[in-house]
């Protein structure tokens, strides 16, 4: 693929997204309405790859990551385009300068509605709906189910304790990303019988919060894997992505006061990424939308 795109009267080169300063990443998130830090930026510079589309003098008009998981999985992510390139074919040459990188692996992203259709042409398929739940928990929370198990706090020392539990629900090890996610966040664990059943996690990003991953096998589980972090979060942004439409953790997110926000796509390219069983491990919080 080549290296280079024309834009109109100039050109775009690809840079790997480490020789760029962090303040561009952010002017460039910050000009389509999305809300990542500079922080967060780096983390997930750490966490994954990325290419950026510059032109001559520096100036940054679109980006696109890739986080590979072992050799056969990678998701992508954080796939933007200025407002001015936006319908001049950037965003496809990012995804094949994407494509060229990753391999044969296969892959998952979620898409905005703006960009489904670009990745339907790309050979994308469409497999569920994320729904972005934000806002400031009510205080006090809503009523919760009986627990069954135990929650408690887990160190990042002790990630291993979860990794497996949540490959049975990704699909793939993740246990790097996990590390690194675990570094700022407070980790809850629900144990039952001796067994670990489910985790979550509550980190900082964007305007305030998010509460994710959240992975275990059952909603009235899920609702205490939230709930737990919600007395640290009184009057506090709170952000949580859920694939979960109705049912008894989706209302216990609209009795937490959350609104829903909006909508991505979640869709793949070779093999299908989601394979929900009944009585398994399964995400109920992403870690982000380019994370999953």
Not at 239 to 264: K, Y
């Amino acid at each position: 693929m080549g290296r280079t795109v024309r834009v109109k009267s100039f050109e775009l080169t690809a840079k790997d997204i480490n020789d760029i300063d962090v303040t561009l990443l952010h002017a460039l998130s910050t000009g389509v309405g999305w809300p990542h830090r500079p922080k967060d930026w780096d983390f997930l510079r750490r966490a994954g790859h990325g290419i950026v589309a510059v032109d001559g003098i520096g100036r940054v008009f679109g980006s696109a990551m890739w986080f590979p998981h072992g050799r056969e999985f990678a998701t992508i992510g954080l796939v933007i385009t200025s407002p001015r390139t936006q319908a001049q074919g950037t965003g496809r040459w990012l995804m094949e300068q994407v494509f060229e990188r990753c391999g044969d692996r296969n892959l998952s992203l979620n898409s905005t509605d703006a960009a489904y259709h670009m990745y339907l042409s790309l050979g994308f398929t469409k497999e569920a709906t994320v729904y972005q739940w934000q806002g400031e928990f009510v205080s006090p929370p809503p009523p919760v189910p009986a627990l069954d198990g135990e929650l408690s706090s887990l160190s990042s020392e002790n990630i291993e304790e979860i990794a497996a539990l949540d490959e049975r629900a990704f699909g793939t090890n993740r246990q790097r990303l996990l590390a690194l996610l675990c570094e700022g966040a407070s980790i809850c664990v629900l144990r039952r019988g001796g067994e670990t059943v489910g985790y979550s996690m509550k980190r900082e990003f964007g305007r305030g919060h998010v509460i994710g991953p959240i992975v275990t096998s059952n909603d009235c589980d899920a609702i205490h894997l939230t709930a737990v972090h919600q007395r640290d979060l009184a009057g506090k942004f709170v952000r949580i992505d859920t694939r979960e439409q109705t049912g008894l953790f989706a209302e216990f997110l609209q009795q937490s006061r959350l609104a829903m926000n909006d909508t991505v796509t979640t869709m793949s390219k070779g093999r299908q990424f989601l394979n929900r069983k009944e009585n398994e491990p399964w995400v109920y919080g992403l870690a982000g939308h380019a994370l999953s």
